[in-house]
């Protein structure tokens, strides 16, 4: 699987909009990009994932570039509970069966 | 709530001994991963069991060892324990897609 590059770290006010980026440039044309976050100790939680297309569900955004070298995930309206440690994962399509590589991901604060 | 049931919750035993970690997939998923994640480490991949059998092996080391049973749920194993195996063990399981975690086995070893 391809490597992320994400910050370390983000601040985020509650109620605005938390935007992670993340770097995936030797992403190949069959891995998707997924995104997990980890709430202090809890098990991973799974966000949202994409191929090509920008994707949305009741947790989050999720926007590619056209080149598939980044992705954003948003988090429309940030809040208290939203401040996790948040990991970008490449992975490729066909393999449903192969397990995850976590890296360091971005530890998210959101302040009241 | 995931779907993904570990037991037990909590762990504290002393060096040299062997515990059993257990895992309880989600309903259908026939993919059953294990993950170990210490205070200074990220999520270390361990084993992965797909419908009984042994699918693929990250960073496990020789003194654990996993097994997945007929009825999908599976154990991991670690024996003569050191103090460095204190962590959370996860348990995940998918049916092809996405992976859903448990809330993972705290393991003290004293």
């Known amino acids: 699987d391809a490597k992320t590059t994400q910050p370390p770290s983000m601040d985020c006010a509650e109620g605005r909009a938390a935007n992670l980026p993340c770097n995936h440039s030797t992403i190949s044309g069959n891995e998707y990009v997924y995104w997990y976050r980890q709430i202090h100790s809890q098990g991973p939680q799974y966000i949202i994932h994409g191929l090509k297309n920008n994707e949305t569900n009741e947790m989050a955004s999720l926007i590619i570039t056209e080149d598939r070298k980044s992705s954003t995930l948003i988090l429309p309206h940030a809040t208290l509970r939203d401040t996790a440690v948040y990991y970008c994962i490449v992975r490729f399509w066909n393999s449903g069966n192969t397990p995850l590589v976590f890296g360091k991901g971005t530890r998210l604060s959101v302040i009241a | 709530d995931s779907g993904v049931t570990q037991t037990p919750k909590h762990l504290i035993t002393a060096t040299g001994q062997r515990v059993t970690l257990r895992c309880s997939p989600r309903s259908g998923d026939l993919s059953v991963y294990w993950y170990q994640q210490s205070l200074d480490q990220g999520l270390q991949f361990l084993i992965q069991y797909y419908n009984g059998e042994e699918r693929a092996k990250g960073n496990i080391l020789e003194r654990f060892s996993a097994q997945q049973f007929p009825d999908l749920h599976s154990e991991l194993n670690l024996s003569s324990l050191e103090l460095g195996d204190s962590a959370l063990y996860f348990c995940?399981?998918?049916?092809?897609?996405?992976?859903?975690f448990g809330n993972g086995t705290r393991l003290t070893v004293t």
């Open positions: 995940a399981s998918s049916e092809g897609g996405p992976l859903h």
